[in-house]
């Protein structure tokens, strides 16, 4: 008999992935996906350790479910509850002991043992202490054990092919909580790649914490870069549209440069988080660059690929952060562009180096915000310029979502614009041509162009 399966996802692509890989490996369990947690046999909650309080609501979700348990328990049953990703790894046994009611706890390296965990626990169902927790960083590669990845027929794809980092950035709670880098070998990779592409994939976005410092080994038994590799995929028939995230400055070597050059299919997009624009600021996060390293770096990129649009990431307040710094960030907004980005208050993760500083040079609440208003008012402002540039020009997109009303479906352009087209259903995981009418300040919005042959 089958068995509900709830994931509740938290936080990044990756996230996503592994929730979908987990449904994978607990398929042969009888385990079906449900929509929602109620009634359900199984719940896992796949958090993200990034944003503030992220630990606090994990454990306010674990109370509302507890009702949940109660009601299938009344009704004969018995509802699993399981707490993963980089919360799961940071608090691990902390978490059986605030939330009681949690059975397992699992960490981003384990869940290819979750048959067994899960055994574990109906085992040990009702005893005191009954709870299983596993946040190793095994010796065994997780993705050695992970049965072939179950295909949504999604026209955009995930494919995870590098984990873990080793830059320890001074605010980032990732190098504890995933772990040191790990490159999956590039066979590996195609054939994951060929199983989606033959599901219907037409884009597929590679994933990585630190994905620009893949280093997985190829056929030849040689190590592969990652603009070697998306060479390599590039030529897949089928395969339309590569992305990449999320990359590291220090990373972008030339090959992955020359890629953006020479790859049609790389998709003129390059998500590369700077953080700050102040030297004193990006030493103090460790991120062993400057930023005029990062201008150079975007002036490369924009040579090689003169289409590309830029997104990145940005904390403002990190400790000691002084006025003239923020303006730095400001500076480097300005003679960058950028097409999109996100930003945040530096908040402390328990753990981090920063954490440390922030008890004494920390900038205080009200300043960072008013940073941060500032920041997200350039930023929009210059999204929405980035958009404006696009009325009137027709742009491939791919249609993978429903629109926002009847009759319109919504997609990426080239550049990751969401775009929302009215379009018949039958338009509905293709790639089409697009006449862009409207340029909004977080998106786009247009009809089938019919004078455009279809590039799909
Ligand atoms: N690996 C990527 C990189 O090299 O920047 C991103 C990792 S992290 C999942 C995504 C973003 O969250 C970071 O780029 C950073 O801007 C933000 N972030 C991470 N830790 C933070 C903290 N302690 N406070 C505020 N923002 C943080
Ligand atoms: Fe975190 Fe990215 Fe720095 Fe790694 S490179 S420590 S994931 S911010």
Redesign the pocket.
């Known amino acids: 008999m089958s068995k509900k399966l709830f994931i509740k996802t938290y936080g990044c692509q990756m996230n996503v992935y592994d929730s979908a890989r987990m449904a994978d490996v607990l398929a042969p369990l009888g385990y079906v996906p449900a929509a929602t947690a109620e009634g359900a046999d199984m719940v896992i909650l796949n958090t993200c350790h990034i944003r503030e309080k992220a630990a606090e609501k994990v454990y306010s979700e674990l109370g509302r479910l507890r009702a949940f348990q109660a009601e299938k328990s009344a009704s004969g049953g018995r509802m699993v509850v399981a707490v993963a990703g980089c919360v799961a790894q940071a608090e691990g046994a902390e978490i059986m002991r605030r939330a009681p009611n949690v059975d397992i706890v699992f960490g981003p390296q384990t869940y290819h043992r979750l048959p067994e965990m899960v055994a574990r626990a109906a085992r040990a169902a009702g005893q005191h202490g009954r709870g299983i927790v596993d946040t190793d960083f095994p010796v065994e590669a997780k993705f050695d054990f992970l049965p072939e990845q179950s295909i949504s027929q999604s026209a955009g794809a995930y494919l995870t092919v590098q984990e873990g ?5 001074s ?5 504890y909580t ?1 772990g040191a880098e790990f490159s999956r070998p590039v066979a590996d990779i195609v054939a994951e790649a060929r199983r989606l592409i033959a599901n219907g994939a037409l884009e597929i976005t590679l994933l990585g ?2 994905v620009n410092a893949y280093h997985g080994v190829d056929a030849a038994g040689n190590s592969s870069s990652l603009g070697a590799l998306i060479g390599t995929l590039a030529e897949l028939p089928g395969l339309a549209r590569i992305r990449y995230t ?1 990359s ?1 400055p220090l990373e972008m070597d030339d090959a992955l440069i020359a890629a953006h050059r020479d790859v049609p299919a790389l998709m003129p997009f390059l998500h590369l ?1 700077v ?1 700050s624009g102040s030297d004193r600021i990006l030493a103090a996060m460790n ?1 062993r660059h400057t930023a005029d390293h990062y201008r150079r770096l975007v002036e490369r990129l924009r040579t090689a690929r003169p289409d590309l649009a830029l997104s990145s990431d940005f904390i403002v307040g990190y400790p000691g952060e002084t006025e003239a710094d923020f303006e730095a960030t400001l500076g480097l907004v300005r003679t960058v562009g950028f097409a999109q980005a996100y930003s945040f208050k530096f908040s402390p993760r328990p753990g981090t180096p920063a954490a440390a500083i922030a008890i004494d040079d920390g900038v205080p609440d009200a300043i960072k915000a008013e940073r941060l208003a500032e920041l997200q008012a350039l930023l929009a402002e210059q999204q929405h310029a980035f958009n404006r540039g696009f009325a009137g020009r027709v742009v491939e997109v791919l249609l993978d979502r429903q629109g926002r009303h009847n009759g319109q479906l919504a997609g990426r352009s080239p550049q990751m614009q969401a775009v929302h087209v009215a379009a018949p259903d039958t338009c509905f995981g293709q790639i089409v041509p697009v006449r862009i009418e409207q340029a909004h300040p977080l998106s786009l919005s247009g009809c089938l162009d019919q004078h455009v042959e279809h590039a799909a």
């Open positions: 980092c080793d830059k320890f950035c605010f980032c709670v990732v190098p995933r914490q630190n999320t590291h988080p953080q991120r």
